[in-house]
């Protein structure tokens, strides 16, 4: 897909396609729309990392919040979203055993407790022995960046579904 075809979008399009860069945020996308045309596809990832950017400290917890736990319940109830399916199955976290999920649930447990938003980590760039080792690591050396941090692994998961949604062939939108 190219330049072209998304400043063509109108609104409805633009949401439909670009709706869950950042999960279930559909109002980023809303709100990227209005900023068009887009020079290039990395102006337009720009603007998405730039509304992150200048939301209150409430507003990018709640961006946070949106994340479903790294197998958590709904990878196993099956209600995640598509991209997060990918990414969580990719990572292998479907294969993690019961003590493995136990594991991971009690350390999203203890970080939501600590920090008051779930761990995000950018899936696709990690994996099942990986994600329990990082969550361990940070509940162990806490950061008063947490929050910085966690936002960088969100902009990783919206660059990364960017860059699938812009090779996608525009027949198949
Ligand atoms: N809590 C999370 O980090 N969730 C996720 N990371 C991903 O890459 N996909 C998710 O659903």
């Not at 399009?13 to 887009?38: H, M, Y």
């Not at 099956?78 to 990414?87: F, K, P």
């Not at 980590?121 to 950061?143: G, I, K, N, Q």
Request: include cysteine; charged fraction near 25%.
């Amino acid at each position: 897909m190219d330049t072209e075809k998304v400043n063509s979008m109108d609104f409805g399009e633009f949401v439909d396609v670009f709706g869950n860069v950042t999960e279930r945020c559909p109002l980023i996308a809303a709100a990227v729309w209005s900023q068009r045309p887009f020079s290039d596809l990395e102006d337009l990832e720009k603007h998405f990392f730039a509304f992150i950017d200048a939301l209150p400290q409430s507003g990018q917890e709640g961006i946070l919040r949106c994340h479903p736990d790294l197998a958590g319940s709904e990878l196993q109830r099956g209600t995640l979203t598509a991209e997060s399916q990918r990414e969580q199955s990719g990572a292998g976290l479907r294969s993690l055993g019961a003590d493995g999920r136990l594991r991971l649930a009690e350390l999203n447990a203890q970080y939501r407790a600590r920090f008051g938003f779930p761990f995000v980590l950018a899936a696709r760039f990690s994996d099942r022995t990986a994600v329990p080792r990082e969550l361990a690591r940070l509940l162990l050396c806490p950061s008063a960046q947490e929050l910085r941090t966690a936002l960088g692994e969100v902009k990783k998961i919206g660059s990364l579904r960017l860059a699938d949604l812009l090779r996608a062939d525009p027949a198949k939108l």
